[in-house]
Antibody
Framework: QVQLVESGGGVVQPGRSLRLSCSASGFTFSNFGMHWVRQAPGKGLEWVALIWDDGSNKYYADSVKGRFTISRDNFKNTLYLQVNSLRAEDTAVYHC????????????????WGQGTLVTVSS | SYELTQPPSVSVSPGQTARITCSGDALPKNYAYWYQQKSGQAPVLVIFEDSKRPSGIPERFSGSSSGTMATLTISGAQVEDEADYYCYSTDSSGIRGVFGIGTKVTVL
């Protein structure tokens, strides 16, 4: 069965950095695109970033572009999100999620999600 | 930036039909997806590509899309369907994802 397990969250001061990880199992990780989606406490879902199955293409929400970097290691079956210059408004649960298919021009919406890891930005 | 508009809440009696709308200018050319999220849990995909239902999702969940509006219908809503429902699509790039604000469905 598909399993996605996030880690790396915690309490961090404004302006600092974190690297979030997502360990995948139960499917051939290198064949699937991956998304990061976040949810601030008591708020709705916000799409953050997307990476193609081979890592060749990466896309970001305007709210994180230039501060966040998505990457993956297909040998380790692991997805990453490097989050820099953190702000209070980045406080959220960060979910990784699998895209069932990527074509040459887009990746489909997530089908399986992890439970998420909480990032709290506070001084 | 691109937005998908959903009503914040919908209430329905058990056994009745709940309809949740999602409007967006790019919906005529991009698929709509629907997620159910219960309190403290990860989202679950209930409709993909406008109207397709993943395996394991009850038949009472259906989706449709016409023009700039997509609709999730829960026919014969059950108490266990109480949750937040989010529509998802992509912006004009066809790549960057966007979620609606979410609709809280109450069944009572």
């Amino acid at each position: 069965q598909v399993q996605l397990v996030e880690s790396g969250g915690g309490v961090v001061q404004p302006g600092r950095s974190l690297r979030l990880s997502c360990s995948a199992s139960g499917f051939t990780f290198s064949n699937f695109g991956m998304h990061w989606v976040r949810q601030a406490p008591g708020k709705g879902l916000e799409w953050v970033a997307l990476i193609w199955d081979d890592g060749s293409n990466k896309y970001y929400a305007d709210s994180v572009k230039g501060r966040f970097t998505i990457s993956r290691d297909n040998f380790k079956n692991t997805l990453y999100l490097q989050v820099n210059s953190l702000r209070a408004e980045d406080t959220a649960v960060y979910h990784c999620a699998r895209s069932p298919y990527c074509s040459g021009t887009t990746c489909y919406a997530p089908d399986y999600w992890g439970q998420g890891t909480l990032v709290t930005v506070s001084s | 930036s691109y937005e998908l508009t959903q009503p914040p809440s919908v209430s329905v009696s058990p056994g009745q039909t709940a309809r949740i709308t999602c409007s967006g200018d790019a919906l005529p050319k991009n698929y709509a997806y629907w997620y159910q999220q219960k309190s403290g849990q990860a989202p679950v995909l209930v409709i993909f590509e406008d109207s397709k239902r993943p395996s394991g999702i009850p038949e009472r969940f259906s989706g449709s899309s016409s023009g700039t509006m997509a609709t999730l219908t829960i026919s014969g809503a059950q108490v266990e369907d109480e949750a937040d429902y989010y529509c998802y699509s992509t912006d004009s790039s066809g790549i960057r994802g966007v979620f609606g604000i979410g609709t809280k469905v109450t069944v009572l």
